[in-house]
């Protein structure tokens, strides 16, 4: 997981807030994905960048969910307003010459 | 349509018994094999892959995978499993190597 920095590790935020979770790559890597875990539809696939560059958002649930990537080293997952659905673990995953590496997730609970 | 399938939601098996999750995936090409595991409240490990060549993988923890084009799988096995194997597997495909698609997971537990 060191390759992969995610934060905040834990969010609680109020409906209707905005929340943006982040994530820091290592670099030598081409793609980038952000994942959502819930217990009803397991781990679905968001929108993935390929040298920055988004590529396929068809996973974005709603307009409410955008995401960027201004540049290799960093990418961010914004959801505006937020909604208890919205609830759930998302991961930020990489994809170089060593493979897939997930980071260990930001837990965000929407009250 | 494409997909991956994990037909068991839950395993339980006993402690030093042997171990084979399912996996199976509707791909017209060949895919790009994985299998994660997952703590609870943990991140996702890898656990083995397949990319070509030898059609039995070896990975970490002593786990090994087998695939078996002719029948679409990827089963995980494990010869003895200890109780820290307690866990949520994961089956991945990764068809176009730009993307990986996820099976729905199969919870094991392990009974002392």
């Known amino acids: 997981d060191a390759g992969v920095i995610q934060s905040p590790r834990h969010e609680v935020t109020e409906m209707g807030q905005e929340v943006t979770l982040r994530c820091k790559p290592i670099s030598g890597h081409n793609s980038l994905f952000w994942y959502r875990q819930t217990m009803m539809r397991g781990l679905e696939l968001l929108i993935y960048f390929n040298n920055n560059v988004p590529i396929d958002d068809s996973g974005m649930p709603e307009d409410r969910f955008s995401a960027k990537m201004p540049n290799a080293s960093f990418s961010t997952l914004k959801i505006q307003p937020s909604e208890p659905r919205d609830s759930a673990v998302y991961f930020c995953?990489?994809?170089?010459?060593?493979?897939?590496?997930f980071g260990s997730g930001t837990r965000l609970t929407v009250v | 349509a494409q997909s991956v399938t994990q037909p068991d939601i839950h395993i339980t098996v006993s402690e030093g018994a042997s171990l084979e999750l399912r996996c199976n995936y509707s791909?017209?090409?060949?895919?790009?094999l994985f299998w994660y595991v997952q703590s609870p409240g943990q991140g996702l490990q890898l656990l083995l892959k397949?990319?070509?060549?030898?059609?039995l993988v070896q990975g970490i923890k002593g786990f090994e995978a087998e695939f078996k084009r002719s029948q679409s799988s990827f089963n995980l096995r494990k010869p003895s499993v200890h109780w820290s194997d307690a866990a949520e597997y994961f089956c991945?495909?990764?068809?176009?190597?730009?993307?990986?698609?996820f099976g729905a997971g199969t919870i094991l537990r392990v009974k002392s």
């Open positions: 791909y017209g090409a060949t895919p790009y």
């Open positions: 397949y990319f070509s060549g030898d059609t």
């Open positions: 995953a990489i994809n170089g010459r060593h493979g897939y590496t």
């Open positions: 991945a495909v990764d068809v176009y190597g730009n993307k990986l698609v």
